[in-house]
């Protein structure tokens, strides 16, 4: 059965931009690109217990990594723009997953939200390399060693671009559900749990933590590169804290109990975004409202809810 | 001293900040003389404190028992939301009160001149840290505050009415935080951002001198100011960038901060 939803959905999201009007295939990108982060985000939140605040920072390393190799390094090709984000997000991850993993709750958030703060001052102070607060153009970027530069935007967006994005979000996707279904994902999900239990298993705690936070960095760098190329342009807001804070927020909205509840969160996120934006300025206003009412009556998110009337007739049979 | 990292705290400022320029564009207006703006100024950023105490009614009271990730969201929540309640009240121009800045003259000190508000602003939160410490150490509610700290379920046993306390120590430190804004008005503008911004900077310095410790939050304050004075006359690209690094360096070997408890 949950077999059947994932693939009705991947049909649904391939079938999209011949079916509904370009604005909304547009959205698509924005909430495949969150989507492939936050899978990654939630294997630090869901199966490890640990809660980033500081993951924007990948997400903007993975996007200027985008703009500049296509600016000034003139690489085009987006295979190998993912594949060096991904490598960078691995490198920067390491040192920061050493520190931070040493830490829990609090102090990991914290820590996380501190390194996140000295990339985003790294990158608006230093313009000569980022372009400081104006950020840099991503110019299109070449998919498979084809150049598609004559095509107009929105055909390359929604036509090529889509579907890649699509492959790489299912790709991810996979590997994520390969690792957490792994001896490895049930080694985090004991740690999770009880960390001194996991301890006298003989499991590596600081070690697994530090696994998983590289692993999540890897996928917010991706993430990251393939929100540039929709919007042509990245920008230091992409690394600000506040972001941090609405992937966070995403995940928690979806759910971060479930294998697929931050996917949801990020679709319902950006289109409830652009809804309420479209009615009202005030998206923050109703989404703080949200937020506060998620964290109260609903921490385990939509899936949570879903789940949870699923799981009452069950009960009682 | 709740054990609840604040990301909101910006946003107190903010509105503190927003307040004191709405009353003092209210009492010039009025034709009040220019010499006491100071008054409707402190008064306003009491008065928008007591929104701490519906914050904390409303909200916060429902994640106590919560993991330290639900607290840390629902701050993040309150920011979100007090950062567009600010936008629909003021607007997202920047407001400033021009001019009254210079109201009390200036002074020269050591061969620098310096306007007389940065003085008293300046002697106003030494007096307010003051306040605090004394209200912390010599009075039989600090007692009771320093004593929910340490352990929230003894002191509950002993028969302390924890969502009292909890409702005016929130409130307090709302007030400190609106009243704070209103304080750098008359130096600076309004901005819907500030919020945002300083909790940054609000987070370093408690960091720096320690979470739960007045005394650490207090030098934390004096050394985040300093060191970025020094950084901008220095090098200013690393201005920020400096303080972020000292964070993460007090965080990875004193986590507790400088003047933090020592692990329990």
Known sequence: MGAAVVILAVAAIAAAPLVVSTYHAL????????????????????YTGLVSFGHALFIGL????????????????????LITAA???ALVAAPIAALCVRYVKIYFGMLTLAFGMVFYTFVLKFYRLTGGDEGMPFLRPSLLGLSLDAMP????????????????????????????????????????????????LGIGVTRYRFYAFVISAVYAAVGGALLGPPTGNVDPTLAYWTHSGNIVFMTLLGGFTSFFGPVVGAFVFIYLQNWVMSVVPYWRLIFGAMLALIVIVAPEGLLGLVSRRRAVPAARA | ??????????????????????????????????????????????????????????LLRFVYDRDETFQLLMTFAIVLVMEDAIRMTWGTAPRSTAG????????????????????????????????IGWLLT?????????????????????????????????????????????????????????????????????VIGGLGSMRGAFVGALAVGILRAIAI????????????????????????????????
């Open chain 2, 233 to 264: 006359s220095v090098y200013p690209e690393l201005e920020m960038l400096l303080i972020y690094l000292i964070v993460i360096a007090v965080l990875v070997v004193r986590p507790r901060g400088l003047f933090g408890a020592a692990e329990a």
């Open chain 1, 62 to 81: 993975g996007a200027y990594t985008g703009a500049f190799l296509t600016t000034h390094a003139k690489i085009r090709s987006l295979e190998l723009i």
């Open chain 1, 87 to 89: 490598a960078l997000g």
């Open chain 2, 138 to 206: 010599r009075t039989a509610f600090g007692r009771i505050i320093r004593a929910t700290a340490d352990n929230r379920d003894m002191a509950e046993a002993l028969g302390i009415d924890m969502r009292r306390v909890y409702a005016k120590v929130f409130t307090l430190g709302t007030m400190l935080g609106t009243l704070g804004g209103a304080l750098v008005i008359p130096a600076t503008a309004a901005m819907s951002e500030m919020g945002i911004e300083l909790i940054v900077e609000a987070f370093a310095v408690v």
């Open chain 2, 1 to 58: 001293m709740q054990r609840i990292f604040n990301l909101a705290c910006g946003s107190f400022y903010a509105l503190g900040a927003y307040a004191g320029v709405s009353a003092v564009g209210w009492y010039v207006g009025a034709g009040g003389p220019p010499a006491l703006f100071i008054v409707p100024l402190v008064l306003a950023g009491l008065a928008v404190g007591a929104v701490g105490f519906v914050v904390e009614r409303g």
């Open chain 1, 153 to 200: 935007k929105i055909d390359y967006l929604v036509g090529p671009y889509y579907y890649y994005s699509l492959a790489v979000l299912a790709l991810a996707a996979l590997a994520m559900w390969r690792i957490v279904h792994s001896p490895f994902g049930l080694c985090l999900k004991t740690i999770r749990d009880n960390p001194t239990k996991a301890e006298t």
């Open chain 1, 27 to 46: 959205l698509m990108l924005p909430f495949m690109a969150y989507a492939v982060v936050l899978l990654g985000l939630n294997l630090l939140f869901g």
């Open chain 2, 100 to 131: 009254l800045y210079l109201a009390y003259g200036q002074i020269r000190v050591l061969g620098a001149t310096a306007p007389v508000y940065n003085l008293i602003v300046i002697l106003a939160s030494l007096a307010i840290a003051l306040a």
